[in-house]
């Protein structure tokens, strides 16, 4: 199973900037198989982004993911205050799940 | 709209049972999906229990799989998670989950979770 390792472990930025998080896994994800969350202190993890690219219903359109094989990014364009939270990435190529450790964006 | 909802002891004893249940409102647990169990250690990342068919069905972190049972009970759009010899390193926010998948070629793929539920943290300690 992949093993996926998410970096930077902490990004700090301010509002209105951009922000770049990576999900590295150890092995090729099958096709585009790559999940991402939002969680913020306190509450469920929420979907963001399937399939590498797609958004979630109700995703504001700053936020967009790419990537295939063993090289994936979460992009929000220009961070609102709500945005900072923790992110995590989620393989899913097989009968297998895995999860990156997080990346935290906080605010500078 | 769909919403699931843990219930469970808080408090479970090193080596006994944790045994927690998932209800599904708004939504039928036979219409198609996988239903998963996701746990997450106090100030740690998320780690994938397991997901479950209400045919049957069932995926399992290989991590785990020796001490964990799930099952379904569709007459109460319920399902269940068992997991025996339990030690502190359990102790975690219990999510429940809603999986989508696909059948390619007979084999199920498991894809994402969503919704989840508030979760429900248990903790291990006599």
């Known amino acids: 199973e992949a093993v996926l390792t998410q970096s930077p472990g902490t990004l700090s930025l301010s509002p209105g900037e951009r922000a770049t998080l990576s999900c590295t896994a150890s092995?090729?994800?099958?096709?585009?198989?790559l999940a991402w969350y939002q969680q913020k202190p306190g509450q469920t993890p929420r979907l963001l982004i399937y399939?590498?690219?797609s958004r979630a219903t109700g995703i504001p359109d700053r936020f967009s993911g790419s990537g295939s094989g063993t090289d994936f990014t979460l992009t929000i364009s220009r961070l609102e205050p709500e945005d900072f939270a923790v992110y995590y990435c989620q393989q899913y190529g097989g009968s297998l799940i895995t999860f990156g450790q997080g990346t935290r964006l906080e605010i500078k | 709209q769909v919403q699931l909802q843990e219930s469970g002891p808080g408090l479970v004893r090193p080596s006994e049972t944790l045994s927690l249940t998932c209800s599904v409102s708004?939504?039928?647990?036979?219409?198609?999906?996988?239903w998963a169990w996701i746990r997450q250690p106090p100030g740690k990342g998320l780690e994938w229990i397991g997901s479950?068919?209400?045919?049957?069905?069932?995926f399992y972190n290989s991590s785990l799989s020796s001490r964990v049972t799930m099952s379904v009970d569709t007459s109460r759009n319920q399902f269940s998670l068992k997991l025996n010899s339990v030690t502190a390193a359990d102790t975690a926010v219990y999510y429940c989950?809603?999986?989508?998948?696909?059948?390619?070629?007979?084999?199920?793929?498991?894809?994402?979770?969503?919704?989840w539920g508030q979760g429900t943290l248990v903790t291990v300690s006599s």
């Open positions: 399939h590498a690219s």
């Open positions: 708004g939504y039928s647990i036979t219409r198609g999906y996988y």
């Open positions: 989950a809603r999986n989508p998948h696909n059948t390619v070629g007979g084999v199920d793929i498991i894809y994402w979770f969503d919704p």
């Open positions: 479950i068919y209400h045919r049957g069905s069932s």
């Open positions: 092995e090729s994800v099958s096709a585009t198989f």
